[in-house]
Protein backbone atom coordinates (compact mmCIF):
# COMPACT_ATOMS: atom_id res chain seq x y z
CA UNK A 1 0.00 0.00 0.00
CA UNK A 2 1.44 3.74 -0.71
CA UNK A 3 2.68 5.56 2.49
CA UNK A 4 0.23 8.01 3.57
CA UNK A 5 2.61 10.98 2.54
CA UNK A 6 2.46 9.95 -0.96
CA UNK A 7 -0.33 10.62 -3.27
CA UNK A 8 -2.09 7.52 -5.32
CA UNK A 9 -1.23 6.95 -8.97
CA UNK A 10 -2.55 4.75 -10.92
CA UNK A 11 -0.80 2.80 -14.19
CA UNK A 12 -3.46 2.07 -16.32
CA UNK A 13 -3.69 1.03 -20.10
CA UNK A 14 -6.39 1.35 -23.03
CA UNK A 15 -9.78 -0.14 -22.49
CA UNK A 16 -10.51 -3.75 -23.18
CA UNK A 17 -6.66 -4.33 -22.65
CA UNK A 18 -4.93 -6.83 -24.42
CA UNK A 19 -1.92 -8.34 -22.57
CA UNK A 20 0.62 -5.67 -23.42
CA UNK A 21 -1.64 -2.87 -21.79
CA UNK A 22 -1.98 -5.27 -18.67
CA UNK A 23 1.73 -6.33 -18.41
CA UNK A 24 3.28 -2.84 -19.18
CA UNK A 25 1.15 -1.55 -16.44
CA UNK A 26 2.20 -4.01 -13.82
CA UNK A 27 5.55 -3.51 -15.15
CA UNK A 28 6.10 0.15 -14.67
CA UNK A 29 4.57 -0.31 -11.22
CA UNK A 30 7.55 -2.60 -10.39
CA UNK A 31 9.88 -0.34 -11.70
CA UNK A 32 8.59 2.58 -9.91
CA UNK A 33 8.79 0.91 -6.52
CA UNK A 34 11.85 -0.61 -7.53
CA UNK A 35 13.41 2.92 -8.07
CA UNK A 36 11.79 3.69 -4.64
CA UNK A 37 8.82 6.06 -5.75
CA UNK A 38 5.96 5.16 -3.67
CA UNK A 39 1.94 5.07 -4.57
CA UNK A 40 1.86 3.95 -8.08
CA UNK A 41 -1.08 1.33 -8.67
CA UNK A 42 -1.12 -1.37 -11.60
CA UNK A 43 -4.46 -1.18 -12.87
CA UNK A 44 -6.94 -2.01 -15.69
CA UNK A 45 -10.01 -0.47 -17.07
CA UNK A 46 -11.67 -3.54 -18.54
CA UNK A 47 -11.51 -7.63 -17.91
CA UNK A 48 -8.90 -9.86 -19.07
CA UNK A 49 -8.42 -13.20 -21.59
CA UNK A 50 -6.96 -16.38 -21.16
CA UNK A 51 -4.11 -15.53 -22.84
CA UNK A 52 -3.54 -12.51 -19.96
CA UNK A 53 -4.25 -14.89 -17.27
CA UNK A 54 -1.64 -17.51 -18.62
CA UNK A 55 0.67 -14.78 -18.03
CA UNK A 56 0.17 -13.68 -15.07
CA UNK A 57 -0.60 -17.40 -13.72
CA UNK A 58 2.49 -17.98 -14.54
CA UNK A 59 4.82 -15.66 -12.89
CA UNK A 60 2.42 -15.36 -9.76
CA UNK A 61 1.07 -12.09 -10.27
CA UNK A 62 -2.14 -10.57 -8.95
CA UNK A 63 -4.94 -8.81 -11.53
CA UNK A 64 -4.25 -5.14 -11.59
CA UNK A 65 -6.92 -3.49 -9.89
CA UNK A 66 -9.97 -2.90 -12.01
CA UNK A 67 -11.32 1.45 -12.70
CA UNK A 68 -14.27 1.62 -14.45
CA UNK A 69 -14.12 4.93 -14.27
CA UNK A 70 -12.30 8.47 -12.99
CA UNK A 71 -14.37 10.64 -13.79
CA UNK A 72 -13.71 13.41 -10.69
CA UNK A 73 -17.10 12.76 -8.23
CA UNK A 74 -18.23 14.55 -5.37
CA UNK A 75 -16.73 11.25 -3.28
CA UNK A 76 -13.33 12.49 -4.40
CA UNK A 77 -13.98 15.96 -2.49
CA UNK A 78 -16.67 15.92 0.23
CA UNK A 79 -15.27 15.70 4.12
CA UNK A 80 -16.68 12.23 5.53
CA UNK A 81 -15.54 14.01 8.97
CA UNK A 82 -18.57 16.10 9.42
CA UNK A 83 -19.24 18.46 12.73
CA UNK A 84 -23.74 18.60 12.86
CA UNK A 85 -25.69 19.51 15.08
CA UNK A 86 -28.65 17.83 16.44
CA UNK A 87 -32.17 19.19 15.70
CA UNK A 88 -32.56 19.56 19.72
CA UNK A 89 -29.43 21.46 19.95
CA UNK A 90 -28.81 24.91 21.50
CA UNK A 91 -27.51 28.38 19.81
CA UNK A 92 -24.66 27.80 22.74
CA UNK A 93 -23.48 24.53 21.39
CA UNK A 94 -23.77 25.56 17.28
CA UNK A 95 -21.58 28.31 18.16
CA UNK A 96 -19.01 25.98 20.38
CA UNK A 97 -19.07 24.13 17.01
CA UNK A 98 -18.59 26.60 15.04
CA UNK A 99 -15.83 27.97 17.26
CA UNK A 100 -14.14 25.10 17.81
CA UNK A 101 -13.84 23.99 14.11
CA UNK A 102 -13.53 26.85 12.47
CA UNK A 103 -16.49 26.48 10.16
CA UNK A 104 -18.84 28.80 8.76
CA UNK A 105 -22.61 26.44 8.67
CA UNK A 106 -23.64 23.28 10.36
CA UNK A 107 -25.69 20.87 8.95
CA UNK A 108 -28.88 19.96 11.34
CA UNK A 109 -29.39 16.49 11.51
CA UNK A 110 -32.43 14.17 13.33
CA UNK A 111 -32.65 10.81 15.24
CA UNK A 112 -31.94 9.19 11.96
CA UNK A 113 -29.53 11.53 10.73
CA UNK A 114 -31.07 12.70 8.22
CA UNK A 115 -30.80 16.55 7.39
CA UNK A 116 -33.13 18.70 8.21
CA UNK A 117 -31.07 21.75 7.00
CA UNK A 118 -28.11 24.31 8.03
CA UNK A 119 -27.23 26.77 10.59
CA UNK A 120 -24.80 29.26 10.17
CA UNK A 121 -23.14 31.95 11.93
CA UNK A 122 -24.62 34.61 10.14
CA UNK A 123 -28.14 33.04 10.98
CA UNK A 124 -27.15 32.84 14.64
CA UNK A 125 -25.93 36.15 14.23
CA UNK A 126 -29.16 37.13 12.76
CA UNK A 127 -30.82 36.31 15.98
CA UNK A 128 -28.51 37.80 18.89
CA UNK A 129 -28.58 41.02 17.05
CA UNK A 130 -32.04 41.37 16.00
CA UNK A 131 -33.26 45.19 14.90
CA UNK A 132 -33.80 47.93 17.77
CA UNK A 133 -37.37 48.34 16.16
CA UNK A 134 -38.84 44.76 17.16
CA UNK A 135 -37.85 44.58 21.19
CA UNK A 136 -40.02 41.75 21.57
CA UNK A 137 -37.30 40.18 18.88
CA UNK A 138 -34.68 41.04 21.17
CA UNK A 139 -35.43 39.47 24.48
CA UNK A 140 -37.04 36.46 22.97
CA UNK A 141 -36.00 32.86 24.01
CA UNK A 142 -36.88 29.82 22.56
CA UNK A 143 -35.57 27.30 25.64
CA UNK A 144 -36.50 25.05 28.22
CA UNK A 145 -34.95 25.40 31.87
CA UNK A 146 -32.98 23.07 32.23
CA UNK A 147 -31.10 24.26 28.77
CA UNK A 148 -31.05 27.47 30.40
CA UNK A 149 -29.52 26.01 33.86
CA UNK A 150 -26.65 23.93 32.03
CA UNK A 151 -25.96 26.81 29.69
CA UNK A 152 -25.79 29.33 32.98
CA UNK A 153 -23.60 26.29 35.19
CA UNK A 154 -26.16 27.64 37.41
CA UNK A 155 -27.21 26.32 41.17
CA UNK A 156 -30.71 25.18 41.43
CA UNK A 157 -32.72 26.18 44.51
CA UNK A 158 -36.21 25.82 43.00
CA UNK A 159 -37.42 24.28 39.44
CA UNK A 160 -40.86 23.41 38.50
CA UNK A 161 -41.54 21.65 35.27
CA UNK A 162 -37.92 22.21 33.60
CA UNK A 163 -37.91 20.11 30.86
CA UNK A 164 -40.47 21.89 28.42
CA UNK A 165 -39.54 24.22 25.87
CA UNK A 166 -41.09 27.15 25.36
CA UNK A 167 -41.10 30.78 24.21
CA UNK A 168 -39.59 33.28 27.09
CA UNK A 169 -38.28 36.86 27.38
CA UNK A 170 -36.05 38.09 29.43
CA UNK A 171 -35.71 41.25 31.36
CA UNK A 172 -32.94 42.69 33.69
CA UNK A 173 -34.65 43.94 36.83
CA UNK A 174 -32.65 46.80 37.29
CA UNK A 175 -35.13 49.80 37.30
CA UNK A 176 -37.12 50.99 40.59
CA UNK A 177 -39.45 49.08 42.26
CA UNK A 178 -42.11 51.52 41.49
CA UNK A 179 -42.15 50.71 37.51
CA UNK A 180 -41.11 47.39 37.50
CA UNK A 181 -43.50 45.44 36.06
CA UNK A 182 -45.25 48.52 33.94
CA UNK A 183 -42.85 47.70 30.69
CA UNK A 184 -44.01 44.52 30.79
CA UNK A 185 -47.32 44.80 30.78
CA UNK A 186 -46.84 47.08 27.98
CA UNK A 187 -44.89 45.51 26.08
CA UNK A 188 -47.39 41.97 26.20
CA UNK A 189 -44.84 39.86 28.06
CA UNK A 190 -47.21 38.16 30.25
CA UNK A 191 -45.52 37.16 33.81
CA UNK A 192 -45.37 33.24 33.41
CA UNK A 193 -43.29 33.50 30.36
CA UNK A 194 -40.89 36.28 31.77
CA UNK A 195 -36.83 35.36 32.87
CA UNK A 196 -36.17 38.18 35.37
CA UNK A 197 -32.25 38.53 35.79
CA UNK A 198 -31.61 40.65 38.70
CA UNK A 199 -28.66 40.83 41.57
CA UNK A 200 -29.15 41.68 45.22
CA UNK A 201 -32.46 43.55 44.86
CA UNK A 202 -34.27 42.13 47.38
CA UNK A 203 -37.71 44.17 46.19
CA UNK A 204 -37.33 43.20 42.80
CA UNK A 205 -37.01 39.42 43.73
CA UNK A 206 -40.29 39.55 46.23
CA UNK A 207 -41.92 41.38 43.52
CA UNK A 208 -41.21 39.05 40.48
CA UNK A 209 -42.16 35.82 42.76
CA UNK A 210 -45.45 37.75 43.49
CA UNK A 211 -46.40 38.64 40.21
CA UNK A 212 -45.64 34.68 39.29
CA UNK A 213 -42.20 34.91 36.87
CA UNK A 214 -41.57 32.21 34.91
CA UNK A 215 -37.98 32.07 36.40
CA UNK A 216 -36.16 34.24 38.52
CA UNK A 217 -32.15 34.24 38.01
CA UNK A 218 -30.18 36.12 40.57
CA UNK A 219 -26.63 37.07 39.53
CA UNK A 220 -23.16 37.23 40.46
CA UNK A 221 -23.34 34.05 42.80
CA UNK A 222 -24.92 35.71 45.54
CA UNK A 223 -26.55 34.07 48.43
CA UNK A 224 -30.08 34.05 48.31
CA UNK A 225 -32.66 35.30 51.39
CA UNK A 226 -33.73 32.89 53.07
CA UNK A 227 -37.69 34.20 52.43
CA UNK A 228 -37.26 34.72 49.10
CA UNK A 229 -36.72 31.55 48.54
CA UNK A 230 -38.96 30.11 50.55
CA UNK A 231 -41.97 32.43 48.76
CA UNK A 232 -40.61 30.97 45.32
CA UNK A 233 -41.39 27.14 46.36
CA UNK A 234 -44.76 28.29 47.74
CA UNK A 235 -45.63 30.51 44.40
CA UNK A 236 -44.34 27.58 42.30
CA UNK A 237 -41.62 30.47 40.56
CA UNK A 238 -37.72 28.63 39.32
CA UNK A 239 -35.52 29.97 41.13
CA UNK A 240 -31.81 29.66 40.22
CA UNK A 241 -28.52 31.27 40.78
CA UNK A 242 -26.04 32.40 37.77
CA UNK A 243 -22.40 33.09 38.48
CA UNK A 244 -22.41 35.48 36.20
CA UNK A 245 -23.25 39.48 35.99
CA UNK A 246 -26.22 40.44 34.88
CA UNK A 247 -25.74 41.59 31.10
CA UNK A 248 -23.42 38.15 30.69
CA UNK A 249 -26.31 35.94 31.90
CA UNK A 250 -28.71 37.82 30.19
CA UNK A 251 -26.76 36.64 26.68
CA UNK A 252 -25.48 33.80 27.65
CA UNK A 253 -29.68 32.96 28.31
CA UNK A 254 -30.23 34.00 24.85
CA UNK A 255 -27.84 31.05 23.20
CA UNK A 256 -29.71 28.76 25.45
CA UNK A 257 -32.43 28.69 22.88
CA UNK A 258 -33.40 25.80 20.69
CA UNK A 259 -32.15 26.20 16.57
CA UNK A 260 -34.88 24.55 15.73
CA UNK A 261 -36.88 27.86 13.75
CA UNK A 262 -33.70 29.04 12.55
CA UNK A 263 -32.92 26.01 10.89
CA UNK A 264 -32.57 26.64 6.55
CA UNK A 265 -34.46 23.92 5.07
CA UNK A 266 -33.77 25.56 1.65
CA UNK A 267 -30.69 23.32 0.92
CA UNK A 268 -29.61 21.03 -2.26
CA UNK A 269 -28.11 17.68 -1.47
CA UNK A 270 -25.93 15.72 -3.60
CA UNK A 271 -25.17 11.87 -3.78
CA UNK A 272 -21.29 10.55 -3.65
CA UNK A 273 -21.13 9.58 -6.93
CA UNK A 274 -22.22 12.26 -8.63
CA UNK A 275 -20.00 14.14 -11.57
CA UNK A 276 -18.36 17.02 -10.38
CA UNK A 277 -18.90 18.64 -13.77
CA UNK A 278 -22.70 18.22 -13.05
CA UNK A 279 -22.52 19.67 -9.53
CA UNK A 280 -20.67 22.40 -10.31
CA UNK A 281 -23.65 24.11 -12.59
CA UNK A 282 -26.03 22.93 -10.11
CA UNK A 283 -24.27 25.32 -6.91
CA UNK A 284 -23.44 27.88 -9.14
CA UNK A 285 -25.85 29.78 -7.92
CA UNK A 286 -26.68 29.05 -5.17
CA UNK A 287 -25.85 30.94 -1.67
CA UNK A 288 -25.47 28.07 0.47
CA UNK A 289 -22.02 27.68 2.01
CA UNK A 290 -22.39 24.51 2.15
CA UNK A 291 -23.94 20.95 0.52
CA UNK A 292 -24.22 17.85 2.26
CA UNK A 293 -23.74 14.55 0.50
CA UNK A 294 -26.74 11.71 1.02
CA UNK A 295 -26.24 7.91 1.17
CA UNK A 296 -28.67 5.56 -0.82
CA UNK A 297 -30.47 5.60 2.82
CA UNK A 298 -30.92 9.24 3.35
CA UNK A 299 -28.50 9.66 5.79
CA UNK A 300 -25.42 12.57 6.21
CA UNK A 301 -21.80 10.81 4.51
CA UNK A 302 -20.43 14.15 3.75
CA UNK A 303 -20.30 17.57 3.32
CA UNK A 304 -18.53 20.03 0.92
CA UNK A 305 -18.53 23.66 -0.40
CA UNK A 306 -17.86 25.80 -3.41
CA UNK A 307 -14.37 25.88 -1.97
CA UNK A 308 -13.85 22.31 -2.52
CA UNK A 309 -15.18 22.22 -6.23
CA UNK A 310 -12.12 24.71 -6.83
CA UNK A 311 -9.28 22.68 -5.46
CA UNK A 312 -7.10 20.60 -7.93
CA UNK A 313 -8.25 17.06 -8.84
CA UNK A 314 -6.38 14.78 -6.60
CA UNK A 315 -6.71 11.60 -9.21
CA UNK A 316 -3.64 11.07 -11.05
CA UNK A 317 -3.04 8.68 -13.90
CA UNK A 318 0.27 6.91 -16.27
CA UNK A 319 -1.08 5.85 -19.27
CA UNK A 320 0.21 3.16 -20.65
CA UNK A 321 0.26 1.69 -24.51
CA UNK A 322 -1.90 4.32 -25.53
CA UNK A 323 -2.12 8.05 -25.52
CA UNK A 324 -5.62 8.87 -27.11
CA UNK A 325 -8.50 9.78 -24.60
CA UNK A 326 -11.25 7.52 -26.96
CA UNK A 327 -9.68 4.79 -25.66
CA UNK A 328 -8.59 5.49 -22.36
CA UNK A 329 -10.47 4.98 -18.81
CA UNK A 330 -13.66 7.20 -18.95
CA UNK A 331 -12.87 10.42 -17.14
CA UNK A 332 -9.17 9.97 -17.91
CA UNK A 333 -10.01 14.11 -19.36
CA UNK A 334 -10.83 15.07 -16.36
CA UNK A 335 -7.74 14.03 -13.86
CA UNK A 336 -4.40 14.54 -13.88
CA UNK A 337 -2.26 12.56 -16.75
CA UNK A 338 1.21 12.58 -15.20
CA UNK A 339 2.94 10.35 -17.68
CA UNK A 340 2.58 8.75 -21.04
CA UNK A 341 4.23 5.47 -22.08
CA UNK A 342 3.21 4.45 -25.45
CA UNK A 343 4.55 3.03 -29.54
CA UNK A 344 1.75 3.85 -30.91
CA UNK A 345 0.77 7.07 -33.22
CA UNK A 346 0.10 10.69 -31.47
CA UNK A 347 -3.57 11.17 -31.05
CA UNK A 348 -5.12 14.14 -29.27
CA UNK A 349 -4.40 14.54 -25.59
CA UNK A 350 -4.03 17.75 -23.73
CA UNK A 351 -2.40 17.56 -20.34
CA UNK A 352 -2.67 20.03 -17.40
CA UNK A 353 1.32 20.74 -16.80
CA UNK A 354 4.38 19.58 -18.65
CA UNK A 355 4.75 15.18 -18.16
CA UNK A 356 6.96 12.80 -19.12
CA UNK A 357 5.92 11.27 -22.45
CA UNK A 358 7.71 8.50 -24.13
CA UNK A 359 6.91 7.35 -27.63
CA UNK A 360 8.40 5.13 -29.28
CA UNK A 361 8.29 3.29 -32.58
CA UNK A 362 8.90 -0.62 -30.80
CA UNK A 363 6.62 -3.87 -30.73
CA UNK A 364 5.44 -3.19 -27.84
CA UNK A 365 4.91 -1.27 -24.63
CA UNK A 366 6.52 -3.63 -22.58
CA UNK A 367 9.95 -3.07 -24.60
CA UNK A 368 9.69 0.62 -23.41
CA UNK A 369 9.36 -0.34 -19.82
CA UNK A 370 12.12 -2.62 -19.50
CA UNK A 371 14.31 -0.40 -21.43
CA UNK A 372 13.74 1.72 -18.40
CA UNK A 373 14.98 -0.55 -16.12
CA UNK A 374 18.11 -0.86 -18.05
CA UNK A 375 18.77 3.31 -18.16
CA UNK A 376 18.27 3.46 -14.55
CA UNK A 377 20.95 0.26 -13.90
CA UNK A 378 17.93 -1.78 -12.22
CA UNK A 379 17.45 -6.12 -12.72
CA UNK A 380 13.81 -6.64 -12.42
CA UNK A 381 12.82 -9.48 -10.28
CA UNK A 382 12.23 -12.98 -13.15
CA UNK A 383 8.73 -12.40 -12.11
CA UNK A 384 8.57 -9.23 -13.91
CA UNK A 385 11.04 -10.14 -16.46
CA UNK A 386 8.84 -12.66 -17.29
CA UNK A 387 5.48 -10.77 -17.76
CA UNK A 388 7.60 -8.25 -19.38
CA UNK A 389 8.05 -10.81 -21.96
CA UNK A 390 4.74 -11.77 -21.94
CA UNK A 391 3.75 -8.13 -22.90
CA UNK A 392 6.42 -8.14 -26.08
CA UNK A 393 5.67 -11.97 -27.15
CA UNK A 394 1.67 -11.18 -27.70
CA UNK A 395 2.17 -7.85 -28.91
CA UNK A 396 4.62 -8.69 -31.59
CA UNK A 397 3.29 -12.09 -32.22
CA UNK A 398 6.79 -13.31 -30.78
CA UNK A 399 8.95 -10.96 -33.18
CA UNK A 400 6.91 -12.46 -36.27
CA UNK A 401 4.98 -8.96 -36.03
CA UNK A 402 5.98 -6.09 -38.51
CA UNK A 403 6.02 -3.72 -36.00
CA UNK A 404 8.82 -5.91 -34.39
CA UNK A 405 12.10 -3.72 -34.06
CA UNK A 406 15.75 -4.79 -33.12
CA UNK A 407 14.83 -3.11 -30.00
CA UNK A 408 12.42 -5.40 -28.91
CA UNK A 409 14.63 -8.42 -30.04
CA UNK A 410 17.43 -6.89 -27.41
CA UNK A 411 15.05 -5.95 -24.76
CA UNK A 412 13.73 -9.60 -24.91
CA UNK A 413 16.77 -11.63 -25.22
CA UNK A 414 17.74 -9.71 -21.79
CA UNK A 415 14.87 -10.44 -20.22
CA UNK A 416 15.12 -14.09 -20.89
CA UNK A 417 18.31 -14.27 -19.03
CA UNK A 418 16.44 -12.24 -16.29
CA UNK A 419 13.83 -14.35 -16.25
CA UNK A 420 14.94 -17.55 -17.02
CA UNK A 421 12.54 -18.47 -19.30
CA UNK A 422 13.00 -19.22 -23.21
CA UNK A 423 10.56 -16.88 -25.21
CA UNK A 424 9.91 -19.95 -27.91
CA UNK A 425 8.50 -22.10 -24.96
CA UNK A 426 6.48 -18.91 -23.41
CA UNK A 427 4.77 -18.09 -26.45
CA UNK A 428 3.86 -21.82 -26.97
CA UNK A 429 2.23 -21.19 -23.89
CA UNK A 430 0.84 -17.92 -24.26
CA UNK A 431 -0.77 -18.85 -27.90
CA UNK A 432 -2.28 -22.11 -26.77
CA UNK A 433 -3.47 -21.13 -24.10
CA UNK A 434 -6.97 -20.96 -25.50
CA UNK A 435 -9.35 -19.60 -28.39
CA UNK A 436 -10.76 -16.47 -27.54
CA UNK A 437 -13.46 -17.46 -30.16
CA UNK A 438 -14.84 -20.65 -28.22
CA UNK A 439 -14.07 -19.43 -25.13
CA UNK A 440 -16.24 -16.40 -25.26
CA UNK A 441 -19.44 -15.24 -26.23
CA UNK A 442 -19.58 -13.04 -29.97
CA UNK A 443 -20.02 -9.73 -27.84
CA UNK A 444 -16.79 -10.28 -25.80
CA UNK A 445 -14.63 -11.52 -28.85
CA UNK A 446 -15.35 -8.15 -30.39
CA UNK A 447 -15.06 -6.42 -27.42
CA UNK A 448 -11.86 -8.67 -25.94
CA UNK A 449 -9.26 -5.91 -27.79
CA UNK A 450 -11.39 -3.27 -29.79
CA UNK A 451 -9.71 0.34 -30.06
CA UNK A 452 -12.48 3.33 -30.98
CA UNK A 453 -10.60 5.63 -33.42
CA UNK A 454 -11.19 9.00 -34.85
CA UNK A 455 -10.14 10.37 -38.13
CA UNK A 456 -11.38 13.73 -39.50
CA UNK A 457 -13.90 13.69 -37.38
CA UNK A 458 -14.81 10.22 -38.71
CA UNK A 459 -15.51 7.56 -35.58
CA UNK A 460 -14.59 3.89 -36.20
CA UNK A 461 -13.20 0.66 -34.41
CA UNK A 462 -10.84 -1.64 -34.82
CA UNK A 463 -11.19 -5.06 -32.71
CA UNK A 464 -8.54 -7.97 -33.35
CA UNK A 465 -8.63 -11.95 -31.70
CA UNK A 466 -5.38 -14.42 -32.50
CA UNK A 467 -6.15 -18.02 -33.38
CA UNK A 468 -4.44 -20.90 -34.11
CA UNK A 469 -6.18 -20.67 -37.45
CA UNK A 470 -9.71 -20.10 -39.15
CA UNK A 471 -11.62 -22.66 -38.10
CA UNK A 472 -12.82 -21.30 -35.17
CA UNK A 473 -14.10 -18.05 -36.74
CA UNK A 474 -15.68 -19.49 -39.63
CA UNK A 475 -18.09 -21.57 -37.50
CA UNK A 476 -19.05 -18.58 -35.68
CA UNK A 477 -19.01 -15.70 -38.26
CA UNK A 478 -22.50 -14.94 -38.62
CA UNK A 479 -22.74 -14.39 -35.01
CA UNK A 480 -19.79 -12.76 -34.51
CA UNK A 481 -20.81 -10.28 -37.46
CA UNK A 482 -24.35 -9.54 -35.63
CA UNK A 483 -22.41 -8.66 -32.76
CA UNK A 484 -20.32 -6.48 -34.85
CA UNK A 485 -23.43 -4.81 -36.41
CA UNK A 486 -24.66 -3.98 -32.46
CA UNK A 487 -21.68 -3.01 -31.72
CA UNK A 488 -21.50 -0.22 -34.57
CA UNK A 489 -24.99 0.37 -34.24
CA UNK A 490 -24.35 1.44 -30.18
CA UNK A 491 -21.55 3.53 -30.53
CA UNK A 492 -22.38 5.19 -33.44
CA UNK A 493 -19.62 4.11 -35.45
CA UNK A 494 -19.13 4.91 -39.33
CA UNK A 495 -17.92 1.26 -39.51
CA UNK A 496 -16.53 -1.25 -36.74
CA UNK A 497 -14.26 -4.13 -38.04
CA UNK A 498 -12.70 -7.25 -36.59
CA UNK A 499 -9.03 -7.96 -37.70
CA UNK A 500 -8.58 -12.21 -37.52
CA UNK A 501 -4.75 -13.18 -37.27
CA UNK A 502 -3.53 -16.55 -37.61
CA UNK A 503 -0.66 -16.92 -35.68
CA UNK A 504 0.76 -19.78 -37.64
CA UNK A 505 0.15 -18.12 -41.38
CA UNK A 506 0.66 -14.91 -40.35
CA UNK A 507 -2.75 -13.93 -42.34
CA UNK A 508 -5.58 -12.37 -41.47
CA UNK A 509 -9.55 -12.53 -42.37
CA UNK A 510 -10.97 -8.65 -42.02
CA UNK A 511 -14.63 -8.67 -40.82
CA UNK A 512 -16.34 -5.08 -41.78
CA UNK A 513 -19.90 -3.89 -40.90
CA UNK A 514 -19.87 -0.23 -42.15
CA UNK A 515 -21.03 2.27 -45.00
CA UNK A 516 -21.23 1.02 -47.99
CA UNK A 517 -19.40 3.55 -50.02
CA UNK A 518 -16.59 2.77 -47.23
CA UNK A 519 -16.51 -1.17 -48.04
CA UNK A 520 -16.35 -0.73 -51.34
CA UNK A 521 -13.16 0.62 -51.47
CA UNK A 522 -11.85 -1.81 -49.44
CA UNK A 523 -9.01 -3.35 -51.85
CA UNK A 524 -8.13 -6.85 -50.68
CA UNK A 525 -9.75 -10.14 -51.97
CA UNK A 526 -13.27 -10.37 -50.93
CA UNK A 527 -14.43 -13.71 -49.82
CA UNK A 528 -17.67 -12.77 -48.88
CA UNK A 529 -18.63 -9.57 -50.56
CA UNK A 530 -18.86 -6.30 -48.64
CA UNK A 531 -18.25 -7.89 -45.41
CA UNK A 532 -15.14 -10.30 -45.14
CA UNK A 533 -11.61 -10.08 -46.93
CA UNK A 534 -8.95 -12.16 -47.33
CA UNK A 535 -5.58 -9.87 -46.08
CA UNK A 536 -2.51 -12.09 -46.48
CA UNK A 537 0.40 -11.25 -44.77
CA UNK A 538 -1.54 -8.30 -42.41
CA UNK A 539 -1.11 -9.30 -38.46
CA UNK A 540 -0.56 -5.53 -37.13
CA UNK A 541 -3.96 -3.54 -36.52
CA UNK A 542 -1.28 -0.31 -35.78
CA UNK A 543 1.16 -0.45 -38.53
CA UNK A 544 -0.64 -2.20 -41.30
CA UNK A 545 -4.75 -2.24 -40.98
CA UNK A 546 -5.04 1.22 -39.75
CA UNK A 547 -2.65 3.11 -42.20
CA UNK A 548 -5.04 1.31 -45.04
CA UNK A 549 -8.22 2.43 -43.34
CA UNK A 550 -7.49 5.82 -42.51
CA UNK A 551 -6.32 6.06 -46.45
CA UNK A 552 -9.69 4.98 -48.02
CA UNK A 553 -11.36 8.23 -45.40
CA UNK A 554 -9.06 10.53 -46.83
CA UNK A 555 -9.96 9.18 -49.99
CA UNK A 556 -13.34 9.42 -49.52
CA UNK A 557 -12.67 13.28 -47.91
CA UNK A 558 -10.92 14.13 -51.17
CA UNK A 559 -13.53 13.14 -53.94
CA UNK A 560 -16.33 14.97 -51.45
CA UNK A 561 -18.25 11.45 -51.07
CA UNK A 562 -17.61 11.88 -47.10
CA UNK A 563 -17.95 15.59 -45.79
CA UNK A 564 -14.73 16.69 -43.13
CA UNK A 565 -16.44 16.21 -39.69
Not at 77 to 104: G, P
Not at 522 to 533: D, K, M, N, R, Y
Request: hydrophobic fraction near 40%.
Amino acid sequence: MPSKSAPTTYIIGHRNPDADAICSAIAYAGFKAASGQEGYVAARCGNTNERIDTILTRFRQPLPLFLSDVTPRVRDIMRTEVFKAQHNATCAECLELIDTHDVRSLPVVDEMERVLGFISVFQLGGYFIPTAKDPRAMRHVFTSLNSMVRALKARVLNMHDGGRFEDLYVKIGAMDIRSFGKNSDAEGFPASQTIIVVGDRWDIQQRSIQIGVRVLVITGGLPVDPEVEELAREKGVSLVVSPYDSATTAWIIRTASRIDRMIDKNFHAFAADERLAEVRRKVAVSNSPAFPVLDDTGRLAGIFSKTNLLQPVQTRLILVDHNEMSQAVPGAAEVNIVEILDHHRLGAVNTQQPILFLNEPVGSTCTIVADQYRRAGLTPAPEMAGVMMGGIISDTLNLNSPTSTEKDAVILRWLEEVAGVKSRELAEQIFSSGSVILSSTPDQVIRADYKIYQEDGVRFSVSQVEELGFTNFRTHQEKIAEALARLRASEGLYFAGLLVTDINTQNSLFLIKGEREFVARVTFQAIEPGELFDMPGVVSRKKQLLPFLTSILRSLHADGTLASG
